[in-house]
T-cell receptor
């Protein structure tokens, strides 16, 4: 079963506008972590933001914020004031930690294009 | 710190050949993992390790072996390469559990003919 779902294969946003990238996850655990990574065309993976399952406040890092709705199992990334350099693939990931394993699973990604 | 390093950057193999993708980190991280990235499928976990001497399978382990004899190194072995293993391979590491984000290597592009 798909653990991480990103339903938007591709998105377009006008420069300086805000955009929301969707991510839903599936876990039966109470303790887990959610991450967002950016992969520009150059190929490197860049960490953007982290949300713990017990964190009561939504995480924010500069222009990035994570809209965490635990009951809905969603962890959407919001990018404010989009810039041309934001054009990239964006991956949502979840870390499940149990005594028997510790895995980080990625979603299929969303390609974001910022239009001047 | 060099961070996470991977060698080689590019490799072309013939079907049936074996090879080892190297991964090393100098941050004293306990957790290391290997992913493959294919178009439209994101990153899929191949194998991971929570410390020296401890490894476990991820989502797509078939055709790959790993070992972790030291904290620093986590090589990935392709036993008998197949065209289906053509992909970009990423190694990643993190200090431990919880909110520790993973640091990624630059990737290895592998083409199996």
């Amino acid at each position: 079963a798909q653990k991480i779902t990103q339903t938007q294969p591709g998105m377009f946003v006008q420069e300086k506008e805000a955009v929301t990238l969707d991510c839903t996850y599936d876990t039966s655990d109470q303790s887990y972590g959610l991450f967002w990574y950016k992969q520009p065309s150059s190929g490197e993976m860049i960490f953007l933001i982290y949300q713990g399952s017990y964190d009561e406040q939504n995480a924010t890092e500069g222009r990035y914020s994570l809209n965490f709705q635990k009951a809905r199992k969603s962890a959407n990334l919001v990018i404010s004031a989009s810039q041309l350099g934001d054009s990239a693939m964006y991956f949502c990931a979840m870390r499940e930690m149990k005594t028997s394993y510790d895995k980080v699973i990625f979603g299929p990604g969303t390609s974001l294009s910022v239009i001047p | 710190n060099a961070g996470v390093t991977q060698t080689p950057k590019f490799q072309v193999l013939k079907t049936g050949q074996s090879m080892t993708l190297q991964c090393a980190q100098d941050m004293n991280h306990e957790y290391m993992s290997w992913y493959r990235q294919d178009p439209g499928m994101g990153l899929r976990l191949i194998h991971y390790s929570v410390g020296a001497g401890i490894t476990d399978q991820g989502e797509v382990p078939n055709g790959y072996n790993v070992s972790r004899s030291t904290t620093e190194d986590f090589p990935l072995r392709l036993l008998s390469a197949a065209p289906s293993q053509t992909s970009v391979y990423f190694c990643a590491s993190s200090y431990g559990l919880g909110e520790e984000t993973q640091y990624f290597g630059p990737g290895t592009r592998l083409l199996v003919l």
